[in-house]
Structure formats: C-alpha cells, structure tokens
C-alpha cells in the first residue's frame, strides 16, 4: 500500500448509471488530483485539488463531477458516461501542488462502461 | 498535441544487459523532468528525476541523460533486473513549484528476460 486508496478496484456501469470513484490518503498531503489513462494513451490530468478547493479544471466534461469533502478524502461522481470513458482513474496526492517527485498514486479503479 | 512522446511501446531485454528507454518533448519550456514505474495493478512510483541545469542524474542502477538540445531524454538501467519489467513513464514540467503540472508520455513497457 502506497499511503492512498482508491475504491472500489474495478467498476463496470451503464451509461444511464450514477457512481462515486474513492480516493483516501492519510500521508498530511495537501494537494489531491485526479487523473485518467486510456489505453495506450499518456495519464491525463482531469482535477487538482489544493487543501480542499478546486484549482484545475482540466476541461473536463460536466459528467465527471469531483468532490474533496476534506484534505485525506476526494471523490469523483459519475454520471451519464460513455463507452469511451472507460478506462484507468488514478488518484493521487502530494504535500503541496508542483512537487511531482513526491506524487503518490494509488492503484486505479479500472472502469468499463457498457 | 502531445507534447512528450514515447515512441517505443514495448521493448525487451536480456537480464543482466543495459536497457534504454527514450523520450522526446516539444514544450521547450520544459525544465524538469522525471520518470516513473507501473507495476500491474499499482499506480505509478516516482524513480528519478533530472532539471534542466544538468545533463545527467544516476541513481543506483538508473541513470538519466538529458540533451536539451534535441529534446530527448533517455533513462538507462543497467544491469537490468527482471524486477524491473514494468511500464515506465516519461514526465515533464516548466518547473517543480507550486501552479506546475505534469505531462506524462505514453508510457513504454519493459519487459527483462532472465
């Protein structure tokens, strides 16, 4: 275990379904981001958070709503996706943003859309 | 536009033998660059990082050459570990302060024969 948590592991949905990606860290990081990996595609960063306030929006489509309740928690609500959707949502955090050395990922939820 | 490359998405080597990845940028405004490894079912761990000022960093087994000029980088491990055999990433960033952000490659899985 890296320190964050993300649940569940996997997650398979319809495109009319509502669900929540966890994310949870207990390291005292500051900074928590989202970030998504399609298939042979580099990690794309959705959403920073910076003690619990949205400072990146990375033009992300309004079906993906994330939430940071508090600074060892982030969540990200989903909602109407597509098949194209589908694929590896990474979590991670840091003591403050822009420290990349000191990223902590956890393992992923794998979603599939259906 | 993707502004950092990894061109090679697999690449094999024998245990004990040097294996070298590679990376190209575009963003010349780029200044600080890092890689890191995936293991199946993990999120990515930081490995090494190189800034601008410098041309080479070495850390234990991994080395990584920085020719800015070309904008290439290149990340040497040797000798080469089964252990080893994982997807490593290329990352970039204008800075590693506060308000900077990561661009990732697409990553290059390696894979070290015994």
């Known amino acids: 275990e890296t320190g964050v948590t993300q649940t569940p592991r996997h997650l398979v949905m319809g495109m009319t379904n509502k669900k929540s990606l966890k994310c949870e860290q207990h390291l005292g990081h500051n900074a928590m981001y989202w970030y998504k990996q399609s298939a042979k595609k580099p990690l794309e960063l959705m959403f920073v958070?910076?003690?619990?306030?949205?400072?990146e929006n990375n033009s992300v489509p309004s079906r993906f709503s994330p939430e940071c309740p508090n600074s060892s928690h982030l969540f990200l609500h989903l909602h109407t996706l597509q098949p194209e959707d589908s694929a590896l949502y990474l979590c991670?955090?840091?003591?403050?943003?822009?420290?990349?050395?000191?990223?902590?990922f956890g393992s992923g939820t794998r979603l599939t859309v259906v | 536009d993707q502004q950092v490359k990894q061109n090679s998405p697999s690449l094999s080597v024998q245990e004990g033998r040097i294996s070298i990845l590679n990376c190209d940028y575009t963003?010349?405004?780029?200044?600080?660059f890092l890689w890191y490894k995936k293991y199946p079912a993990e999120g990515p761990t930081f490995l090494i990082s190189i800034s601008s000022i410098k041309d080479k960093n070495e850390d234990g087994r991994f080395t990584v050459f920085l020719n800015k000029s070309a904008k290439h980088l290149s990340l040497h491990i040797v000798p080469s570990q089964p252990g080893d055999s994982a997807v490593y990433f290329c990352?970039?960033?204008?800075?590693?302060?506060?308000?900077?952000?990561?661009?990732f490659g697409e990553g290059t899985q390696l894979t070290v024969n015994p």
């Open positions: 963003n010349s405004m780029f200044d600080y």
């Open positions: 990352a970039a960033s204008e800075k590693e302060t506060s308000g900077s952000r990561l661009t």
């Open positions: 991670a955090s840091s003591p403050q943003t822009g420290i990349f050395s000191s990223y902590t």
């Open positions: 958070y910076s003690l619990e306030e949205r400072v």
